[in-house]
């Protein structure tokens, strides 16, 4: 069996272990927030495994070539549809009444912090959408390159018969989110007072970009010499650079939200927010490895 989907395989049970752990009656009591994390960690990685092994293994013929791949589309349809969802929750930002309405479910859920309050009564009452400013034009431009970048990783990986190469980029980055998380529990604020951006993020620590970047390489480095055709000083560097590429792609995103004073852009994956919280770690390593993966590979 391939590589790939061996990996794929072995992914989807050691997420649903943890996922069956946490749903024990006293670790979800205790670990609720976690819990449903990784509810909606399973529920994500579900769907883009099914579509990745049924458009891997569902071949026309014995070929393994790029046009024997009939269910391709399936993993662009995932992709297409993140980026549906996530521009209507750009667009649900952008105009008030909708980001009105969003801020009062996350604040039914305990989400919206009264610090974020939207000082709508400075505006007019006839006004329908805010103005739009640099930030907001940036952030949906990166956004759009990351999912025409999804598509052409995909269809670059395949069309060179180097699919495993999609699986590293996307869980090098997932990796650091959650070294990150954790190291940042472990040792934040222990080695430096400061945060690491406290006026856009100020839950981030320094010794959580630091050190969760450099397990997240390691780990990535590691599991890009399994699934890629790469040397393993070219896996480190990859992964390092899109662990790096991945905490500036979060706080993108967070100075995005707090320019429109939610805590959250959806209330659609439990735990996470919405979309766009969930995939802000490739929004600029993914444009950036799929141009390199193109001109020099």
């Given at each position: 069996?391939?590589?790939?989907?061996?990996?794929?395989?072995?992914?989807?049970?050691?997420?649903?272990?943890?996922?069956?752990a946490l749903a024990i009656p006293?670790?979800?009591?205790?670990?609720?927030?976690?819990?449903?994390?990784?509810?909606?960690?399973?529920?994500?990685?579900?769907?883009?495994?099914?579509?990745?092994?049924?458009?891997?293994?569902?071949?026309?013929?014995?070929?393994?070539?790029?046009?024997?791949?009939?269910?391709?589309?399936?993993?662009?349809?995932?992709?297409?549809?993140?980026?549906?969802?996530?521009?209507?929750?750009?667009?649900?930002?952008?105009?008030?009444?909708?980001?009105?309405?969003?801020?009062?479910?996350?604040?039914?859920?305990?989400?919206?912090?009264?610090?974020?309050?939207?000082?709508?009564?400075?505006?007019?009452?006839?006004?329908?959408?805010?103005?739009?400013?640099?930030?907001d034009l940036l952030f949906s431009?990166?956004?759009?390159?990351?999912?025409?970048?999804?598509?052409?990783?995909?269809?670059?990986?395949?069309?060179?018969?180097?699919?495993?190469?999609?699986?590293?980029?996307?869980?090098?980055?997932?990796?650091?989110?959650?070294?990150?998380?954790?190291?940042?529990?472990?040792?934040?604020?222990?080695?430096?007072?400061?945060?690491?951006?406290?006026?856009?993020?100020?839950?981030?620590?320094?010794?959580?970009?630091?050190?969760?970047?450099?397990?997240?390489?390691?780990?990535?480095?590691?599991?890009?010499?399994?699934?890629?055709?790469?040397?393993?000083?070219?896996?480190?560097?990859?992964?390092?650079?899109?662990?790096?590429?991945?905490i500036l792609g979060d706080l993108?995103?967070?100075?995005?939200?707090?320019?429109?004073?939610?805590?959250?852009?959806?209330?659609?994956?439990?735990?996470?927010?919405?979309?766009?919280?969930?995939?802000?770690?490739?929004?600029?390593?993914?444009?950036?490895?799929?141009?390199?993966?193109?001109?020099?590979?």
């Amino acid at each position: 069996m391939a590589a790939d989907i061996l990996f794929v395989i072995a992914l989807m049970m050691v997420v649903s272990l943890v996922w069956g752990a946490l749903a024990i009656p006293y670790l979800r009591k205790r670990l609720p927030k976690i819990y449903l994390i990784a509810r909606s960690w399973w529920l994500m990685l579900a769907t883009l495994c099914t579509c990745y092994v049924i458009a891997k293994i569902a071949n026309n013929n014995q070929n393994s070539n790029y046009q024997a791949h009939p269910y391709q589309w399936l993993i662009v349809l995932f992709f297409i549809l993140i980026g549906l969802r996530g521009g209507y929750e750009i667009k649900r930002l952008w105009c008030l009444r909708s980001r009105e309405t969003l801020i009062q479910k996350l604040r039914a859920r305990g989400l919206q912090p009264d610090s974020l309050r939207c000082p709508n009564s400075s505006l007019d009452a006839t006004q329908n959408y805010t103005r739009l400013n640099f930030l907001d034009l940036l952030f949906s431009v990166v956004f759009t390159s990351l999912i025409i970048s999804l598509i052409a990783l995909q269809q670059l990986t395949w069309q060179r018969e180097q699919h495993g190469i999609l699986l590293f980029v996307l869980f090098a980055s997932q990796f650091n989110d959650i070294a990150q998380y954790l190291c940042g529990r472990l040792l934040g604020r222990k080695l430096f007072k400061r945060g690491l951006a406290p006026t856009i993020s100020p839950n981030k620590s320094i010794e959580g970009a630091i050190f969760g970047s450099l397990v997240a390489a390691m780990l990535a480095a590691v599991l890009g010499f399994w699934l890629t055709p790469f040397d393993w000083w070219v896996c480190l560097l990859a992964a390092y650079g899109l662990a790096v590429s991945g905490i500036l792609g979060d706080l993108l995103e967070s100075a995005f939200k707090r320019q429109h004073r939610v805590k959250d852009t959806g209330t659609m994956l439990a735990g996470h927010g919405g979309v766009l919280d969930r995939i802000d770690s490739l929004l600029i390593g993914v444009p950036v490895f799929t141009l390199l993966y193109w001109l020099l590979g």
